[in-house]
């Protein structure tokens, strides 16, 4: 069973989902960790090679939470945010991408 590691505040913003999307998310990671694909997921190569994104959708709206789970020792969340609009806004693609630069740079020196 891999591990998850939570990058910057992706932990603090995964906490503040409400009590169902954050259980939702619980069982989507649990899935990541046991070698399972999560139940609504998409990639999203415009933040980064292997980055993917699970998508939980309950009566309070629609969250999701970018991820690389492309290495054997763990599986990394980049950013968790509830969505606000049909597209995925610029700055949570944007601070996605500014972690996965330094996730990248740290597992390379």
């Not at 980055?51 to 939980?56: C, K, P, Q, T």
């Not at 599986?75 to 049909?86: A, E, G, N």
């Amino acid at each position: 069973m891999r591990t998850v590691v939570f990058i910057g505040n992706a932990l603090q913003a995964l906490r503040a989902f409400p009590a169902t999307a954050r259980r939702d998310a619980g069982y989507q990671l649990d899935r990541l960790q046991n070698g399972l694909e999560p139940g609504d997921w998409k990639p999203m190569a415009s933040v980064g090679s292997g980055v993917e994104e699970i998508r939980i959708r309950d009566a309070n709206g629609a969250f999701r939470i970018l991820y690389v789970a492309r290495f054997a020792d763990a599986i990394y969340v980049l950013h968790c945010f509830q969505k606000k609009s049909q597209k995925t806004g610029k700055l949570d693609l944007q601070l996605a991408a500014k972690r996965y630069g330094e996730l990248m740079r740290e597992r390379t020196t």
